[in-house]
């Protein structure tokens, strides 16, 4: 779809939510749980297309599902959301450059597939950081 005169696929926008999903199954239930969630994941990304962009797309997942569990597990202690909001952006732009490199062999649609993952990695963070503080605000 075309926004702002960049061409952004629906899937981007799903694709954005996925690292902010995996960083909240970590903290949920644990490392091993979701080292495990990203190789299915790039397992499943790997059957949804025609060969060459399904091995784009499994390639795309594991990189950047990895980067952002390293930057996540790294600085979520001290500050969560920092911490989700880095290591979200570390992975979108790994997702899309390794994604359209293998699949397409260019970079010319790279600002439309991360301004789609990098709105709903916004939106994501802006909810998770409103529910947190209202969490706090309702036990103090």
Same mark, same amino acid.
């Given at each position: 779809m075309p926004v702002f005169g960049l061409q952004i696929p &629906? =899937? /981007?926008?799903f694709a954005g939510l996925v690292f902010t999903v995996r960083n909240l199954l970590q903290d949920a239930a644990g490392s091993r749980t979701a @080292?495990? /969630? #990203? #190789?299915? =994941? /790039?397992a499943l990304s790997g059957l949804v297309?025609?060969?060459?962009? /399904?091995l784009a797309s499994a390639a795309a997942f594991a990189t950047s599902e990895t980067a952002d569990f390293? #930057?996540?597990?790294r600085l979520?202690? !001290?500050?969560?959301v920092?911490?989700? &909001? @880095?290591?979200?952006t570390v992975g979108l732009l790994l997702d899309s450059l390794v994604?359209?490199?293998l699949a397409f062999g260019s970079l010319s649609l790279f600002g439309g597939q991360v301004a789609g993952k990098a709105v709903t990695t916004v939106v994501a963070v802006s909810v998770l950081t409103c529910a947190r503080? =209202? !969490?706090? &605000?309702v036990t103090t």
């Open positions: &629906a =899937g /981007a926008f @080292l495990i /969630a #990203v #190789v299915a =994941g /790039a297309a025609s060969p060459h962009v /399904a390293a #930057v996540y597990t979520r202690r !001290r500050r969560p920092v911490a989700m &909001a @880095l290591s979200d994604f359209l490199s503080a =209202g !969490r706090r &605000a």
